[in-house]
């Protein structure tokens, strides 16, 4: 009999820690020598805590909701007495989550211990780096990039192996440097994440790869400060691949000789684009360069520089593996392999899942996710962050893959899947990822620092009632001119979701321009708050929750609001139990 | 003139010019002095030691590593992750990230600056609490979600995330 439980962010953040403190207790009080396991994030956040129990005939049982009270029984009925507790069961429903996917980046993520580089290599780990050692030439390794079809799952989609090419063949003397972007940037996004966390030296064998196939001597980790686990246990494999011969002088007794090193980046968004991410290494402000030259040229310290994100390294040691050709058999005629999509918003399943390119978003929202929360009716889902669209319910029947997700207006972007739905207001949406951008604008494209704040102000004039006729014009005219203007993928992509939602939901604007109406009742400006006199009991609870005392009636009478001091807070309407207040 | 800015954005008192003890920086800056590109290290490293960025620090980093104070400051307003002024004892980091905002974090905000009384960056009198919003914590499954030193806090109402806040508060002045 063996325990494990899911120690990613997501499971620590829903309570694991305290499920692991009751059952070492429990396991302990009853002395039964069993150890508890651990592995990173298993992908379904919205059932964490979750614990597994594997019984000696192999039968494999995955406890969700895990409480410690849960936990008590779990030991009494199912490690003592030998029958799962069904009712803590993941239900088979939910299971289908799982069993729907296709996992090729995330083939090890909650199946191995992160923290131990033995339990990687017993699941075929570095064998992939070992056969490029020994057995491939540089321009072999990238023929088989090449054939795979990788393209970089940061966002942009360029083709991998090209990149490599490129700082393979590279003028001028070593060193050459090897980049992993692991500054996840997109808030909503949390794929690196999980992979660093669940399987930090899929990553590290990816960059190594790519080490050799280029010639390069170093390689850094670009990570986001916010993700201390995932540092942490970068920090662990790297020591433990150290140990190991993996890294350092001669690797496998070859002459090939590599290292890593991690460097915490410090929280800005433009640092996602590569030569902002390379002056911030430096110790600059992460301001973007014009290209070329392209780092592949003149990266890190003006040497060549291979730059890839977590993902498409995560790639590489399974398509070394299996062969480029297994993993460009997946997907469609651009887009080959799989894509990992971190799903959340309004859904009912949220989590981390990876999906062959070309399926439905459909599939994905519906069959995977479970569909909307509360069954709501879905609006739209937003992909790609702040440098993407949103796209509308008529069209998700759109394939998944680069191509077909650009024509929407949207991009694949770094994998974020943000499902929204009835309540959800178009509007204040853009405004939301405009006010983001505005404030992560490096500052030095005038279009970009002037024009995204441009298009904030005038979209908080709408959402506030204050909208005027041209507004959507001058929206869209300085969306233009922004994407022309700018430097980097930031600029040019930030007037996408303003852009995106214009097209798709410009009755909704207009509401809000002329009407002076919110039809998603998000703006609050724009609500106005009455008490239905025939639901109203005169309970007084609203008066009493009125910030503003706004609210006047007798007890056991209809109360009314009045509208001069109402301040749209809404509190009334949240604390009221007969659905008395009426918003509008 | 006057500047438009008005009084809180003045130079005095976005970087307070207080008293501090300059010993555990040397220790940081002795190691990294020599390694090029390491100033935001240092900067990490410095903010570790006092919870933010005092302006003698930066000083202190200028006049050791050879960079001029524009260069240090130009660098550390550039992040985020960067503070000026000092923290209360419990640093609310409310997620505004995307799967967040979808779930009402608007509202969840509204609650905890009524129960402190303060707004986003500030500090409450007593200094037991700052609260900051944040871009996004990663755990967007359980949004809404605030993390205070550390332990997140997930699937907020603007109830519940008051009760935190209280709970912290009871302990605080019993103990």
């Known amino acids: 009999m063996r325990v494990r439980i899911g120690l990613g962010s997501c499971g620590i953040a829903a309570g694991a820690k305290k499920v692991i403190a009751e059952l070492e207790k429990k396991l302990a009080e009853k002395d039964l020598g069993i150890k508890i396991e651990q592995t990173g994030c298993i992908g379904m956040c919205f059932n964490e805590p979750l614990l597994e129990v594997f019984d000696d005939e192999g039968k494999v049982s995955l406890y969700g909701k895990v409480t410690p009270e849960a936990v008590d029984r779990i030991v009494e009925e199912h490690i003592i007495g030998g029958s799962p507790v069904t009712e803590f ?109 669940g399987d930090p030296n899929s990553v590290m064998e990816g960059m190594m790869i790519a080490g050799y196939a280029v010639g390069a001597s170093e390689g850094v980790f670009y990570v986001r400060a916010e993700y201390p686990l995932a540092i942490k246990r970068l920090e662990m494999a790297i020591e433990q691949a150290r140990e190991r011969g993996l890294l350092g002088k001669n690797i496998l007794g070859t002459n090939f000789s590599f ?71 997946m ?216 910030a503003v005392e706004a609210i006047k009636g007798e007890k056991k009478k209809a109360h009314t609001i009045d509208q001069t001091l109402c301040i749209k807070c809404g509190n009334c309407a949240d604390v009221c139990r007969f659905g008395a207040v009426m918003i509008d | 003139m006057q500047c438009c800015c008005g009084e809180e954005n003045k130079l005095e008192n976005r970087f307070p010019d207080t008293e501090v003890d300059l010993k555990p920086l040397d220790v940081v800056l002795e190691k990294y002095k020599g390694i090029k590109g390491s100033l935001i290290t240092i900067l990490q490293k410095t903010q570790e030691i006092y919870g933010y960025l005092p302006r003698r620090a930066l000083q202190h980093i200028a006049d050791v590593i050879g960079v001029k104070p524009a260069k240090i400051l130009g660098a550390a307003t550039f992040y985020t992750q960067f503070r000026f002024q000092p923290i209360g004892k419990y640093l609310v980091m409310l997620c505004q990230g995307t799967a967040c905002h979808v779930n009402g974090s608007e509202k969840i905000e509204d609650a905890i600056c009524d129960e402190l009384k303060i707004k986003d960056g500030e500090t409450t009198e007593d200094r037991l609490f700052t609260l900051e919003n944040v871009a996004c914590l990663g755990c967007c499954s359980l949004a809404p979600v605030m993390m205070i030193n550390g332990e997140a806090y997930g699937k907020l109402t603007p109830e519940s995330a008051r009760k935190v806040i209280r709970e912290i508060f009871k302990n605080e002045t019993n103990s």
Request: proline content about 5%; overall charge neutral; some cysteine.
């Open chain 1, 259 to 329: 290292d890593l090193r991690i460097k915490a980046g410090a929280g800005a968004f433009v640092c996602g684009e590569e030569t902002a991410l390379i002056a911030s290494l430096e110790g600059e402000r992460g301001m973007p360069r014009l290209k070329p030259p392209f780092p592949a040229q003149k990266g890190y310290w003006q040497q060549p520089t291979n730059i890839n994100n977590v993902e498409t390294y995560a790639n590489v040691p399974w398509i070394l593996f299996n062969g480029g050709s297994a993993f460009s058999a």
């Open chain 1, 89 to 197: 069961l993941v239900s088979d429903d939910d299971m289908t989550f799982l069993t729907r996917q296709k996992r090729v980046a995330l083939r090890n993520c909650g199946n191995i211990d992160p923290e131990n580089i033995d339990d990687y290599m017993a699941n075929n780990g570095y064998k992939a780096f070992e056969k490029c050692l020994k057995e491939m030439t540089q321009e072999e390794v990238i023929e088989q990039i090449k054939v795979s079809g990788l393209r970089g799952r940061g966002g942009a989609g360029f083709p991998t192996w090209f990149k490599w090419n490129a700082t393979l063949n590279a003028k001028g003397a070593p060193p050459k440097y090897i980049i992993c972007n692991a500054d996840e940037g997109d808030p909503g996004a949390f794929m690196d994440r999980s992979l660093l966390e």
């Open chain 1, 331 to 546: 997907g469609t005629a651009t887009s080959k392999g799989t894509k990992v999509f971190a799903l959340a918003g309004k859904i009912k399943r949220g989590g981390l899942v990876e999906v062959p390119m070309g399926i439905p978003l459909r599939e994905v929202i519906f069959g995977i996710g479970g569909g909307i929360t509360d069954d709501r009716e879905i609006k739209g889902v937003q992909m790609g962050g702040p440098s993407g669209g949103c796209i509308p319910k008529e069209l998700l029947d759109t394939p998944v893959d680069y191509e077909s997700i650009v024509k929407t207006g949207a991009i694949m972007g770094s994998g974020g899947m943000i499902v929204m739905d009835e309540t959800t207001c178009m509007v204040d949406m853009a405004k939301f990822f405009l006010d983001f951008t505005q404030k992560e604008s490096c500052g030095k494209c005038y279009h970009c620092r002037l024009g995204t704040k441009r298009m904030l102000e005038i979209l908080t004039r709408i959402s506030e009632g204050e909208g005027k006729d041209g507004d959507i014009e001058i929206l869209d005219e300085l969306a233009v001119k922004i994407k022309e203007g700018s430097l980097c993928g930031l600029g040019q992509s930030a007037p996408n979701p303003a852009q995106s939602t214009v097209r798709y939901f410009r009755k909704e604007y207009e509401k809000h321009i002329y009407d002076h109406k919110c039809p998603s009742k998000k703006c609050k400006a724009l609500l106005t708050f009455t008490i239905d006199e025939d639901k109203c009991t005169g309970c007084t609870l609203c008066a009493r929750k009125c």
